[in-house]
């Protein structure tokens, strides 16, 4: 599949048959999230792997009942590593954590897409609660939920802004 396929195609999926995820696939989530850039390649990220169907069910709970996140066979937990501040300081805590936990995220719905794979980034989840039933450490914050598996619905894209009210052009 070419890449701007699978950019302009992805969607946000809420609705998941319950076919597990073959072995092979789920290997190659883990390339796609692992190899994605991260400041100074420091790799300031941690994701669990959820399949325990309790946990999955008490993460709805903790995000505001969406409850299509126990639908699916895998629940990807993603965080940050709080520790990055050695190395950068306030910004690296603030800002580079997220976007190296945010270049995996983007690889790991885009590979997903590859194999056929429906995915929805979540953010809106009591965040205290999340890390308890996880049992995510102290020095990382979980930052979002993505509940992976085969869609069972389809979905139209959401309109975009226009590329000249988002980009501006400086020559
Ligand atoms: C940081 C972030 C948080 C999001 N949180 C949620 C969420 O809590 N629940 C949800 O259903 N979708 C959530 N989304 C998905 C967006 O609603 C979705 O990406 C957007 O509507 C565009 O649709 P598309 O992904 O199909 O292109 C989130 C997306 C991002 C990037």
């Not at 597990?20 to 789920?26: A, F, H, S």
């Not at 903790?62 to 066979?73: D, G, R, T, W």
């Not at 945010?102 to 989840?125: D, E, R």
């Not at 930052?143 to 020559?171: C, M, T």
Request: glycine share 6%; charged share 25%; hydrophobic share 40%.
């Amino acid at each position: 599949m070419e890449i701007m396929e699978a950019v302009k195609k992805r969607r946000s999926i809420r609705s998941f048959t319950d076919r597990p995820i073959p072995p092979k696939i789920l290997e190659e989530l883990k390339d796609a999230l692992i190899w994605a850039p991260s400041a100074g390649n420091l790799q300031s990220r941690l994701f669990y792997f959820i399949f325990n169907r309790q946990m999955k069910q008490a993460l709805v709970e903790a995000a505001l009942h969406q409850f299509f996140i126990a639908e699916a066979p895998l629940v990807v937990g993603a965080c940050i590593d709080l520790d990055i501040e050695q190395n950068y300081g306030k910004r690296g805590r603030d800002l580079y954590a997220i976007q190296d936990v945010s270049a995996s995220i983007q690889n790991l719905l885009l590979v997903a897409y590859t194999h056929g794979l429906g995915t929805c980034w979540i953010g809106a989840f009591q965040e205290e609660e999340a890390s308890r039933i996880i049992g995510v450490p102290r020095e990382y914050r979980i930052v979002s939920l993505i509940p992976v598996g085969y869609s069972a619905e389809d979905q139209p894209a959401p309109p975009r802004n226009k590329k000249k009210d988002s980009i501006l052009d400086i020559y």
